[in-house]
């Protein structure tokens, strides 16, 4: 992360200099390469510390207001070169802080709306946080992502979540993807103690969507009222 944020920050200040159209052209190559690579190089290593038993996982004050927020603001420059809708909303049932990994929380969300972006030429993508079940300060909650994408077929379907499997290679190709983003994202969500799936037909768009099991933090939970952004 200190390398990614580093490489920006260069390459930002030399934005700003006096560079001829080529020298531009050729410096956002750079930018989006060294991004892709090191997409790649951290969706192995992630890998690789699940499939060896040696992932950990924080259990601290997390909301999942601000983490969906962080995530549409994050990535709505992508959104808005599509020209896509972006909405989100959390309905007032969901504990406003729970116990869990903000950074695996944010790491799975960005994942699903990233694709969700990825995939849908026009329309919107909304993410959706809802509680499915609140017993003994524990709660589940379910975030959905919906796009109005091309959808997937059944046979598209049935490997989603298996590792170096990619939908749509063209796409890949375009982006430098491994194929390990959802497989991460389902071994995530399990460490997690939850579920992930999508609901999707084609050409009528798709639903990613992964649920939560966690704690509620009493201390400073506070249930907000519906909110949309």
Do not use: C
């Not at 699903?112 to 499915?132: H, P, Q, Y």
């Not at 994408?149 to 590792?163: I, K, Y």
């Not at 939560?212 to 952004?229: G, Y």
């Amino acid at each position: 992360e200190f390398r990614r944020v580093l490489s920006d920050l260069f390459t930002r200040l030399l934005l700003r200099s006096e560079l001829s159209a080529r020298q531009r052209d050729y410096l956002g190559t750079i930018r989006k390469s060294s991004e892709s690579l090191l997409a790649i190089i951290n969706d192995i290593l992630d890998f690789s510390k699940i499939e060896a038993g040696k992932l950990s996982l924080d259990q601290v004050p997390v909301s999942l207001h601000d983490i969906i927020e962080d995530v549409q603001t994050m990535l709505a420059p992508l959104a808005q070169e599509k020209s896509l809708e972006q909405a989100a909303i959390i309905y007032r049932d969901v504990p406003g802080r729970i116990l869990g990994d903000p950074l695996r929380i944010r790491q799975v969300l960005t994942n699903l709306v990233n694709n969700a972006i990825k995939f849908t030429d026009t329309g919107s993508v909304v993410v959706r946080a809802m509680l499915e079940e609140e017993k003994d300060h524990h709660a589940t909650i379910k975030i959905a992502i919906t796009d109005t994408g091309s959808g997937l077929t059944e046979d598209m379907r049935r490997d989603l979540f298996s590792a170096f499997t990619q939908v749509d290679q063209s796409a890949a190709r375009k982006t430098g993807g491994t194929g390990l983003g959802l497989a991460i994202s389902k071994r995530l969500v399990e460490e997690m103690g939850g579920e992930i799936g999508v609901e999707s037909d084609w050409g009528n768009g798709s639903t990613f969507w992964f649920t939560l099991k966690a704690e509620i933090d009493e201390q400073t939970d506070v249930h907000d009222t519906f909110r949309a952004f």
